[in-house]
């Protein structure tokens, strides 16, 4: 069966300081990678999704960025954090598209991270 | 671009009694309809989902959504509420082209009092 790990669980951090979050899914290939943020009391907002190895698609201008240097890896990074990237981010997965439509998305226990 | 709408930030309902969260959609055709649960501090748990069919979708624990067109609306409901119900859920819509682009609802947080 498919698991995915995210990590680290929570994380505080001072303003300008980098941030490395990370992401594994295990047990299938090519998978459909993305990274959500959910602010407090908001929905979630669409960060990143890459459909392969180095191809990302950035959804919002942000502070952030996102890399898939493996197929099952995926990593957040920001180079100098900001107070209003607080939040709590999910990594999730679903299967690529040519296995069938409307996939499915499945979330990993989420890291949060507070920016001081 | 597609959106969803739930209306309703919170709900409290008293244990045994029944659920029902609303959610609405916009999009120009019938798009892939998803509900999730998020308990505190967690990731999100996929409850049920709608592609094609029958239009009431049975789910996990007990919840069920009924797609209705017209209305464009996919409601969820459980007829009778445990204290372990209490979470947030959320809406969800993707297109069926770039089915991967699912769009969230801002969430409904379920308060469940004895």
């Known amino acids: 069966s498919q698991t995915i790990h995210q990590w680290p669980a929570t994380l505080v951090q001072p303003v300008g300081s980098p941030l490395s979050l990370e992401c594994t899914v295990e047990?299938?290939?090519?998978?459909?990678l993305y990274w959500y943020r959910q602010a407090a009391g908001r929905g979630l907002q669409l960060l990143f999704y890459s459909v392969g190895i180095g191809q990302i698609s950035s959804e919002v201008p942000q502070n952030l960025s996102a890399s898939r240097p493996q197929d099952r890896q995926f990593i957040l990074s920001s180079k100098k954090l900001l107070l209003s990237d607080s939040g709590f981010y999910l990594c999730?997965?679903?299967?690529?598209?040519?296995?069938?439509?409307?996939?499915?998305?499945?979330f990993g226990e989420g890291s949060w991270l507070t920016v001081v | 671009a597609q959106s969803v709408t739930q209306p309703d930030i919170h709900i409290t309902v008293s244990e045994g009694a029944s659920l029902e969260l609303r959610c609405n959609y916009s999009?120009?055709?019938?798009?892939?309809l998803f509900w999730y649960v998020q308990s505190p501090g967690q990731g999100l748990q996929l409850l049920l989902k709608?592609?094609?069919?029958?239009?009431l979708v049975q789910g996990i624990k007990g919840f069920e959504a009924e797609f209705k067109r017209s209305q464009s609306s996919f409601n969820l409901r459980k007829p009778s509420v445990h204290w372990s119900d209490a979470a947030e859920y959320f809406c969800?819509?993707?297109?069926?082209?770039?089915?991967?682009?699912?769009?969230f609802g801002a969430g409904t947080t379920v308060t469940v009092r004895a």
């Open positions: 709608y592609f094609s069919g029958d239009t």
């Open positions: 047990g299938t290939s090519n998978p459909n």
């Open positions: 969800a819509v993707g297109p069926r082209i770039n089915d991967y682009k699912l769009s």
């Open positions: 999730a997965w679903s299967s690529p598209r040519e296995r069938g439509p409307g996939n499915t998305i499945y």
């Open positions: 999009y120009g055709a019938t798009p892939y």
